[in-house]
């Protein structure tokens, strides 16, 4: 699977962004998808997870302002970004996850979102 994640950029505080995430080479509709964000020097964390069926996770410091989802007919995840924070600025990933007898785990290139105050 290679993903090929979009849709940053920079935006004022308050502001909002699409983050795309498309994947080629396999038919994702069975993955887990999620997007992860990271700035320098902290660890990677998870932003916001959509299982194949559709049950969905976010971390507490964005629930209520990002929306996860995935369009299976266009191989696609998104994630909405509302009311962005300059604390949102990072680097985003997008990653798609499945066991299938092993772990099957993909990553994409990132996209960086700045948020300015």
Known sequence: VQLQASG???????GSLRLSCAASGR???SYTMRWYRQTPGKQREL???ITSGGS?????SVKGRFTISR?????TMYLQMNSLKPEDTAVYYCNAFIILGDIRDYWGQGT??????
């Open 8 to 14: 940053g950029g920079l935006v004022q505080a308050g």
């Open 71 to 75: 369009d299976n007919a266009k191989n």
């Open 112 to 117: 960086q979102v700045t948020v300015s105050s």
């Open 47 to 49: 932003v916001a997870g």
């Open 27 to 29: 038919i994702i509709s």
């Open 56 to 60: 969905t996770n976010y971390a507490d």
